[in-house]
């Protein structure tokens, strides 16, 4: 870790104590890992405090581990399924952090912190809309990208690829109906391209 990532981290793990649960480093930035009850109070102390001074959040998205085995010797899933991650940028003070907030499984549900980086407000919108995760305190948490109809969140990893239900114009009707899907679904095969298969083609 570089000296001033490793400065960062210190301060954080001074100012916050047992609210990071954990630091690591990737790709010349730090993660921070903050416990769930304590996320607003961290973001609120990085954006306000000059000590860090983050002034922009950059991201902020879901991320479902649904089938993550890396860390797992027995290759399945070790914790919890979903994490908010939030990307912050310090322009006065040339800094980048990376929080990393894991949630519950069965309801996903972290603090809203739109009220102390704007920008946040969408990026919420969407996290909820994708991953169905809730953001207490949002002013106006509806989806953003799929339909207000629209049924599961199609990126959660257990989501299946033709959807649950189809959206078409019925003219009868004079507007849009749902009905359900009628795509068969493909099993995706790789061609193979085999030697004499270009012999064949040149005579």
């Not at 490793?6 to 301060?11: I, R």
């Not at 630091?23 to 769930?36: H, N, S, V």
């Not at 085995?69 to 399945?76: D, I, M, Q, W």
Request: proline content about 5%.
């Amino acid at each position: 870790m570089t000296e001033s990532l490793q400065a960062l981290a210190d301060h954080a793990a001074e100012k916050f104590g047992d609210a990071v649960l954990g630091t690591c480093q990737a790709a010349g930035e730090l993660t921070l890992e903050i416990r769930t009850d304590a996320f607003r109070r961290v973001c609120s102390v990085l954006r306000a405090s000059p000590l860090f001074a983050f002034e922009q959040l950059i991201d902020l998205c879901g991320v479902d581990y649904l089938g993550y085995a890396a860390e797992s010797p027995k290759g399945t899933r070790v914790g919890p399924r979903f994490a908010v991650v939030c990307h912050l940028l310090s322009v006065s003070r040339n800094q980048r952090v990376r929080l990393r907030v894991f949630l519950d499984d069965e309801m996903p549900m972290v603090d809203s912190i739109a009220d102390i980086w704007s920008s946040a407000n969408w990026y919420e919108r969407e996290a909820f809309d994708l991953f169905g995760i809730v953001f207490e305190g949002h002013p106006d948490l509806r989806r953003i990208l799929t339909d207000y109809g629209f049924i599961g969140h199609p990126f959660r990893k257990d989501f299946p690829l033709i959807g649950q239900v189809e959206m078409r114009y019925d003219a009868e009707r004079r507007r849009v109906i749902y009905q359900p899907v009628t795509i068969e679904p493909r099993v995706l095969v790789p061609r193979v391209i085999r030697e004499e298969s270009y012999g064949d083609r040149d005579r």
